[in-house]
């Protein structure tokens, strides 16, 4: 149980264009999914909190209109980097918590490696 | 002063062994404690969540927990080579809608 899936899991794009990230939850019902970035060696970051039916939380740093978000069901949330960049370049992953639970555990899906050329 | 410091090693144990990774939190309200697993290049894993002070065992792991001394520990027994990984410990932030603070991780190296 407890099954998340991002696809695409590796994407390579041009500088100046934009790449949609799907983040899915499998077998459960997600009311909040988290988007994270990791550069080589180094630790999670969250960019934002995604709630279904209503607008991300983003973290402070994080540009809201160049990493759009989108959680329009229970099971989808979407991560758009707009207008991509060489330095957008990294492992984007996507996690989730069960809804109906008082768990905070937090279920991963498998990353997309995004380059940007 | 982090909120979640870990020793980022490497550190390196022999296969067999008993291998035991260390986390602090600074946070002293925190109620909720996890350990996820990374493979180089692959998302985090959960291992154990533990919320309560004392010992929890799940096969080769054991999660320890001290609130007052605000630590988390995790211990693998039987370390193998397959246990050779990133491990994340993560907090609950208690002022958030569900996030997760995170260490920075501790890089174990299981030698045969």
């Known amino acids: 149980g407890a099954v998340v899936s991002q696809h695409p899991s590796w994407v390579i794009c041009k500088s100046g264009t934009s790449v949609k990230i799907e983040c899915r939850s499998l077998d459960f019902q997600a009311t909040t999914m988290f988007w994270y970035r990791q550069f080589p060696k180094q630790s999670l970051m969250l960019m934002a909190t995604?709630?279904?039916?209503?607008?991300?939380?983003?973290e402070q740093g994080v540009e809201k209109d160049k990493f759009l978000i989108n959680h329009a069901s229970l099971t989808l949330s979407t991560l758009t980097v707009t207008s991509a960049h060489p330095e957008d370049s990294s492992f984007y992953i996507c996690s989730a918590r069960v809804v109906g639970t008082l768990s905070y555990e937090q279920y991963f899906g498998p990353g997309t490696r995004l380059t940007v050329t | 002063q982090k909120e979640v410091e870990q020793n980022s090693g490497p550190l390196s144990v022999p296969e067999g062994a008993i291998a035991s990774l260390n986390c602090t939190y600074s946070d002293r309200v925190s109620q909720s404690f996890f350990w996820y697993r990374q493979y180089s290049g692959k998302s985090p894993e959960l291992i154990m969540s533990i919320y309560s002070n004392g010992d929890k065992e799940d096969g080769r792991f054991t999660a320890q927990l001290n609130k007052a001394s605000q630590y988390v520990s995790l211990l693998i027994r039987d370390s193998q080579p397959s246990d050779s990984a990133t491990y994340l410990c993560?907090?609950?932030?208690?002022?958030?809608?569900?996030?997760?603070?995170w260490g920075a991780g501790t890089k174990l190296i299981i030698k045969p």
């Open positions: 995604s709630n279904e039916g209503s607008k991300a939380t983003y």
């Open positions: 993560a907090v609950r932030r208690m002022d958030s809608n569900y996030q997760l603070i």
